[in-house]
């Protein structure tokens, strides 16, 4: 097991701090990774696609009810979506001009372009689709966004997360944020930045024909919907070049979503083939670049982030810190930046100092829940649990049913000293969340308390 895992027991003497009301940078730490990673989350149909007999774990009832219950946390794992009605809604209206030429066109779609800077896209099973600002930037007309839109939707009409439930190849539907360690050999402290790998626990892993498919849908539905087929290619082109000058930043596209120079002989073969009537039809890359102007503008933040996340993954803070402040510099109340900057500085143990980055998020973004969850493990760490209660309170008007902010509750009813409120929140933490290293401090806890054996 890795020693960056947040599964890990709680660090010791954690409980004795708490009741002290003193919380170490390693307790604060592990508390904001252990509350992460607890958050977490049928027979045989007919393909929509082939028409041919398929087996399925999920429903899809269930598929909509995934969406619905766990698409939110997911999103807001990745920081939110922009706040930008304009981006937003163009990526939409591209996702409409794809829609009716799907094989599932009543699913309940939708799609938002979230505040991630690492490089990716993805899709709940019932189409609840994700765009990183990362890769938005990064692609170069409206065919590439069709193509990169079209594969996700052949992902939800091919069934492939249903299909692979049914296999038995996904485990779960968890989200876990990148774990980030901070020099205590005794402790790995645990941040989850949520960087370059930050959906990679999320979805199925799909398999290589699981892509293939969905390349060959997508490349379908764009064309159908009036683009070239070279938007597939182009798209499949730039991700290559992209992991080829730097693999960490597409982590995240490259384990969920394999990629290989085979899969882009295939789209040019079938550009110049089955599509090649598409030849000519327009790109639009003039309409992209007018688009996503605003999002384009931020491209130096983007990349300052993307360097300080990987720069955080290998636990160079100082380093990271550096292209924190560089982001900063060029976009002050940039929601992502200022977050990060925050993550980075508790981890340094520079918890004041985090705590006004924090507070600089949540006032550029008031109803993105992340910001809250964080100044609250900030606040247990300076030593003000009934602030932290106060803001996981609002984290659950906001963004109710995360089962961390269950468990970072009863810490800080512990703190506050009250036991037996503590004590109902550990215990309805464990009835959702019964594994894992905030699970075992709960029940410690509980014993201690004598609420149980």
């Not at 030849?279 to 890359?285: S, T």
């Amino acid at each position: 097991m890795n020693d960056l895992d947040p599964r890990h027991a709680a660090p010791a003497g954690l409980a004795q701090r708490l009741q002290r009301n003193r919380i170490a940078r390693r307790d604060v730490l592990w508390l904001f990774g252990a509350s992460v990673g607890a958050t977490a989350l049928s027979g045989c149909a007919v393909s929509p696609v082939t028409g041919q007999r398929i087996l399925v774990g999920l429903s899809e009832e269930q598929e909509k009810a995934i969406d619905a219950q766990q698409a939110p946390h997911q999103f807001s794992q990745d920081l939110g979506a922009v706040q930008d009605a304009g981006v937003n809604a163009y990526v939409a209206e591209v996702t409409a001009r794809l829609q009716p030429h799907v094989q599932r066109p009543g699913m309940p779609y939708s799609t938002r372009v979230l505040n991630a800077n690492y490089v990716n896209a993805y899709t709940f099973p019932a189409g609840a689709m994700g765009v990183t600002r990362g890769i938005m930037a990064d692609m170069q007309d409206e065919a590439q966004l069709a193509a990169l839109l079209g594969h996700e939707l052949g992902h939800v009409n091919a069934r492939h997360a249903a299909q692979r439930q049914g296999q038995a190849l996904v485990a779960q539907v968890a989200v876990v944020g990148v774990a980030v360690a901070a020099g205590d050999k005794g402790w790995a402290p645990v941040a989850a930045i949520g960087g370059q790998i930050g959906a990679s626990a999320l979805l199925a892993r799909y398999s290589r024909d699981n892509e293939r498919e969905a390349d060959a849908l997508g490349q379908q539905y764009l064309v159908a919907a009036g683009y070239p087929a070279q938007g597939m290619v182009g798209l499949h082109q730039l991700l290559v070049s992209e992991h080829d000058k730097q693999p960490g930043l597409l982590e995240t596209l490259f384990s969920s979503h394999p990629m290989s120079t085979e899969r882009v002989a295939t789209a040019r073969q079938l550009a110049e083939t089955t599509h090649a009537a598409s030849r000519n039809a327009p790109a639009q890359r003039e309409r992209y670049m007018d688009r996503t102007a605003s999002l384009r503008r931020l491209k130096p933040t983007i990349t300052a982030c993307q360097n300080g996340e990987l720069a955080m993954s290998r636990k160079a803070l100082p380093e990271a810190q550096a292209q924190f402040e560089a982001a900063l510099k060029h976009a002050p109340e940039d929601y992502a930046a200022n977050l990060r900057m925050a993550q980075c500085l508790a981890a340094q143990d520079r918890l004041a100092d985090a705590r006004r980055y924090a507070e600089t998020a949540r006032r550029v973004y008031p109803t993105e829940a992340q910001a809250m969850k964080l100044g609250a493990t900030l606040r247990l760490g300076l030593r003000e649990p009934a602030a932290a209660y106060a803001e996981l309170q609002a984290f659950d008007r906001v963004l109710p049913g995360d089962a961390g902010v269950l468990f970072l509750k009863g810490v800080s009813l512990e703190g506050m000293g009250q036991p037996r409120q503590a004590a109902e929140h550990y215990a309805a933490f464990l009835r959702v969340s019964p594994q894992g290293g905030a699970a075992q401090h709960a029940v410690t806890r509980l014993q201690a308390m004598g609420y149980a054996r």
